[in-house]
C-alpha cells in the first residue's frame, strides 16, 4: 500500500523535469533568435516612408513596412541566410544577402532610387560644311601671289638651362562635405541590443514590431475588413507580364497585420507563390487597399487577417 504513492510521485517527479527540461529547450529556442533591422533611404539620403521590405530565407516569406522615419524591423528570425529588398512605388533597391546569427542584431539599410532612371539626351555633333571647290581656288591663288619676302636670319644665342630646384609634393585634401552615398558605405554592422536601445528611433522601430508581433493574439468580435470588399483586390492586381506563359493558376495566402487605426504593418506569406507574384501582393495590399481594424466592445483594435489571392493568366 505504502509503494503505491512513492512510484506515483517518482513518476510525477519524472514527468516535471521532463517538461521543465523542454521549456529550457524551448526558450533557449525563442530567445536565440535573431533580429534584422536597418533604414531605408533614397539616392539623396532622405528616409522613405512607407517602403515594403521583403524577406526570404530559411522558411520565411514576408514583408513589414518602414515607419515614419524609415526605419524597419523583423524579429525572431533564425539563424542563417536571407534575401532581402525595399520597394516603393515601381522602384526598388538591388536585393542583397545578409546572414544572421543567433542572439544578435543586424543593421543593414537599403537604398532606393528616388526617381525613375533617364538617361541623358545625348546631342548630335556639329559638322561644320565645306566650302565650294571655286571659293578654294581663289584662296590658294591670292595666297601664291602674296609670298612674303625671306627675313634674314638672327643668330640664336645658347641659354642655359634653368636649375631645377626639387619641390615636395603637394597634397591636395578632398572635400569631404559632401555625403557619401555609394552603395558600399551601407555597410552591415552587428551591434548589441544595448547599442540599439541609445537610438530612439531604432528603439521606437523596436517596439513597433514587438506590438505588430502580438497581434495575432489579440481576440476582437469584428475582424478586419477590406473597404470595399476583398473583390477589391483584383481590381488592382496585375498578372506579371514575365509569367504570361504559365498555363496555371497561382494563388498566394498572405497573413496581414493591422493596427487600431487601419494601418498595414507587416505581411506574412502563409503559402508564397514565385518572387514576382509576392511582390505583385505586397504592392496592392500596401498601396491600393483600406483596411478597416477589427473591434472589441465596440472599439476599434489591431488585429490579423488571412488574404487569399489568385493569380490567372486569363484576367
Request: glycine share 6%; proline share 7%; charged share 25%.
Amino acid at each position: 500500500m505504502l509503494k503505491t504513492p512513492f512510484i506515483t510521485t517518482n513518476r510525477f517527479l519524472k514527468t516535471c523535469l521532463i517538461v521543465s527540461f523542454g521549456l529550457v529547450l524551448c526558450f533557449k529556442d525563442v530567445f536565440a533568435q535573431a533580429r534584422l533591422l536597418g533604414r531605408i533611404l533614397d539616392d539623396s539620403g532622405k528616409p522613405v516612408v512607407a517602403a515594403i521590405v521583403s524577406i526570404t530565407g530559411n522558411g520565411r516569406t514576408g514583408a513589414v513596412i518602414s515607419n515614419n522615419q524609415g526605419y524597419y524591423t523583423f524579429l525572431d528570425l533564425p539563424e542563417g541566410e536571407y534575401n532581402i529588398k525595399a520597394l516603393k512605388s515601381g522602384r526598388s533597391s538591388s536585393k542583397k544577402l545578409v546572414m544572421l546569427k543567433d542572439n544578435n542584431t543586424l543593421m543593414f539599410n537599403l537604398k532606393i532610387q528616388s526617381e525613375e532612371f533617364k538617361p541623358l539626351a545625348v546631342e548630335p555633333p556639329l559638322i561644320a560644311s565645306a566650302p565650294p571647290k571655286k571659293e578654294i581656288r581663289r584662296t590658294v591663288e591670292k595666297a601664291k601671289k602674296r609670298k612674303p619676302k625671306p627675313k634674314p636670319r638672327k643668330p640664336v644665342q645658347k641659354e642655359k638651362a634653368p636649375e631645377v630646384i626639387p619641390q615636395k609634393p603637394v597634397m591636395v585634401a578632398e572635400a569631404t562635405n559632401k555625403p557619401d552615398l555609394r552603395e558600399d558605405t551601407l555597410i552591415a554592422q552587428t551591434v548589441t541590443l544595448a547599442e540599439n536601445l541609445q537610438n530612439e528611433a531604432i528603439k521606437k522601430s523596436l517596439i513597433e514590431a514587438e506590438t505588430t508581433e502580438g497581434y495575432s493574439k489579440i481576440v476582437f468580435e469584428k475582424g478586419i475588413s477590406i473597404e470595399g470588399g476583398v473583390e477589391k483586390i483584383y481590381n488592382y492586381l496585375e498578372y506579371p507580364l514575365s509569367a504570361k506563359n504559365v498555363s496555371k493558376s497561382v494563388y498566394v495566402i498572405a497573413q496581414v497585420y493591422v493596427d487600431k487605426q487601419g494601418n498595414l504593418r507587416r505581411i506574412d506569406m502563409i503559402k508564397k507563390g514565385p518572387e514576382i507574384f509576392n511582390e505583385e501582393v505586397y504592392r496592392v495590399l500596401t498601396e491600393k487597399i483600406t483596411f478597416e481594424p477589427a473591434e472589441f466592445d465596440s472599439e476599434p483594435i489591431a488585429g490579423t487577417m488571412t488574404v487569399v489571392v489568385n493569380f490567372s493568366p486569363n484576367n
